[in-house]
């Protein structure tokens, strides 16, 4: 069975930090990119990281870049995405995805994901 999980979301104030993890089972986790979402009330969901599995280069959207980073754990079948300076726009559901066939280069689409996880809340208050 496949899955990934989401876990470490909560509510945190304003300027601190969490670091979300996304636990994969089930296929491939070495041979996919792995990329997070988020998705916030009214509005889009907006993909915001991605790791590659062939040489492990990252990608951050602008709107995290500077405060989050993304890293992956091959032992542990598991991503990490280390959030810092939380703030209250960083409110949202949080996705993690897996892709077999695309590499992060357009880790923003969605189509190109293969699994995805349940979603963990991330509440930050000001």
């Known amino acids: 069975e496949v899955q990934l999980v989401e876990s470490g979301g909560g509510l945190v104030q304003a300027g601190n930090s969490l670091r979300l993890s996304c636990a994969a089972s089930?296929?491939?986790?070495?041979?996919?990119?792995i990329g997070w979402f988020r998705h916030a009330p009214g509005k889009e969901q907006e993909g915001i990281s991605c790791?590659?599995?062939?040489?492990?280069?990252?990608y951050l959207a602008n709107s995290v870049k500077g405060r989050f980073t993304i890293s992956r754990d091959y032992a542990k079948n598991t991503v990490y995405l280390q959030m810092n300076s939380l703030q209250p726009e960083d409110t949202a559901v949080y996705y993690c995805?897996?892709?077999?066939?695309?590499?992060?280069?357009?880790?923003?689409?969605?189509?190109?994901?293969?699994?995805w996880g349940q979603g963990t809340q991330v509440t930050v208050s000001s």
């Open positions: 995805a897996a892709g077999l066939r695309y590499t992060c280069s357009t880790y923003y689409i969605t189509d190109q994901y293969d699994y």
């Open positions: 089930g296929f491939a986790f070495d041979n996919s990119a």
């Open positions: 790791i590659n599995n062939s040489d492990g280069s990252t």
